[in-house]
């Protein structure tokens, strides 16, 4: 923390108390009970049990949670080669031409997911490219999403870069394409990591393009928690989301430990 003066630390450190733990922790902490429990009573749920869980591992929430897996990181490595791509292309281009491609990239991130769904939806339900009802325009949208946060991450990296280590491979006798493997992209392994995990993580989570996309055999977890939810079948749903949650937590720490691995080569 840079606030050096013991009553300003504090203050902050109340701050922080009073307006994250309420808004992020407290309604997670809510799901979580909720997924162990059978009844609500006031304002926090009761009735502890397990029977919710055993609802999840006989159902479809396994497979359902597996296809969830699969298109989260489908979409992150095709976000992560486009976006890093399009990073690489942008350290090149002027001031006014890296303006228009951030804009270009940023421009799903700016509109709701659903018209982007949609958009989808109405470009790839005719030949020549007909893909309504398939998996891969599942994994389309979802890589149309996330692909601007692989190329905010990796450009913000580049820009932290020093160009002297590639100036120097360079003048060595190295080709572009050799110090681009060999230097650049191994300096951008923690960068990288960091951008595949946000990618994932936000992969895991969307849900509205998807309700749009999804064909009836290729149904995510998070489609399935909003069935259930919208059922009425609120503890049950509950579990679902904690085991996405905690799936999505355990692929995040693995990603944490990879980067920070890379960090220290």
């Known amino acids: ?10 203050t902050v450190w109340g701050l922080f108390a009073a307006l994250v733990l309420p808004l992020f922790l407290l309604p997670l902490g809510v799901i979580a009970a909720a997924a162990f429990s059978t009844s609500w009573s006031g304002v ?13 591992t006989r159902g479809g929430t396994l497979e359902a949670l597996r296809v969830s897996a699969v298109t989260a990181a489908a979409a992150s490595l095709l976000a992560l080669t486009a976006g890093t791509w399009a990073a690489l292309v942008a ?6 031409g890296r303006a228009v491609l951030d804009a270009l990239f940023m421009l799903p991130v700016a509109v709701p997911t659903v018209v982007v769904g949609l958009a989808l939806l109405v ?12 998996q891969a325009i599942v994994v389309i949208a979802h890589t149309v999403l996330v692909t ?7 450009s913000a990296a580049l820009d932290r870069l020093d160009p002297v280590y590639s100036q120097v491979a360079a003048s060595l006798g190295a080709k572009p394409a050799r110090v681009l493997l060999q230097v650049r992209l191994p300096l951008l392994l923690p960068a990288l990591g960091a951008a595949a995990g946000l990618c994932f993580a936000l992969s895991m ?5 998807t309700m749009m996309l999804y ?9 399935r928690i909003f069935a259930a939810t919208d059922r009425g079948a609120l503890f049950s749903g509950a579990a679902s989301a904690l085991v996405l949650m905690a799936t999505t937590l355990l692929v ?4 944490s430990r990879v980067r920070t691995r890379a960090s220290f080569r």
């Open 215 to 223: 064909p009836p055999d290729w149904m995510p977890l998070p489609v």
């Open 91 to 96: 350290t090149s281009l002027r001031r006014r």
């Open 252 to 255: 995040l720490l693995l990603l």
């Open 44 to 56: 926090l749920p009761s009735g502890p049990t397990l029977d919710n869980f055993a609802g999840v």
């Open 123 to 134: 470009a790839f339900s005719r030949p020549p490219v007909l893909l309504n009802g398939t």
């Open 205 to 209: 989570g969307e849900l509205s393009a």
């Open 1 to 10: 923390m840079l606030v050096h003066d013991r009553f300003a630390r504090w």
């Open 148 to 154: 601007a946060f692989a190329y905010q991450s990796v």
